[in-house]
């Protein structure tokens, strides 16, 4: 008898860099290649707008525009959960000169701006200097690269 490629539990499958949750409406990518693709996909103009106006208020916004961008995110990648491995997000900050990018954290839920010479926490000061390139709206940050995402939805990965 072949085995399964999909476990059918309630438990996650970790064989691939992503989790694929199989009892949920999420369908499983078989491969790494597959998930790749995916991920290299133009983004939507709808996902794109979700990371606008992040420069209005103060340096803490509020949680309520996080989950905004969570849902917008589960409506971009159906297929797979990307928890785990997207870290966040990374762009340039235009609240003023002192200011130089603003993170949207997914796992502490949080979007913050941060002040020239200010580290960047979990993993995301790698970003930096990429978000402050003008060719990119916003970089997507994930445990093993950037996808550096410009206006129009174009997506460019950077390794290392």
């Not at 959960?81 to 502490?108: P, R």
């Not at 979007?111 to 990429?130: D, F, L, Q, S």
Request: hydrophobic share 35%; net charge neutral.
């Amino acid at each position: 008898m072949p085995k399964p490629l999909i476990n059918r539990t309630t438990e996650r499958q970790t064989d691939s860099i992503f989790s694929v949750n199989t009892t949920s409406n999420l369908k499983p990518v078989g491969t790494d290649a597959q998930i790749e693709k995916l991920l290299r996909r133009k983004r939507s103009k709808e996902y794109l707008d979700n990371f606008s106006h992040l420069d209005s208020g103060n340096a803490t916004i509020a949680k309520s525009k996080v989950e905004d961008i969570l849902g917008a995110i589960a409506k971009e990648f159906p297929e797979v959960e990307l928890s785990g491995l997207l870290l966040g997000y990374v762009s340039k900050c235009y609240l003023g000169a002192s200011y130089e990018v603003h993170t949207v954290d997914i796992s502490g839920r949080i979007i913050e701006h941060y002040k020239k010479g200010e580290t960047v926490p979990n993993g995301m000061e790698k970003a930096r200097t990429i978000a402050m390139n003008p060719a990119y709206a916003f970089i997507e940050v994930y445990s093993d690269c950037c996808r550096a995402v410009s206006d129009s939805g174009s997506v460019s990965v950077v390794k290392g």
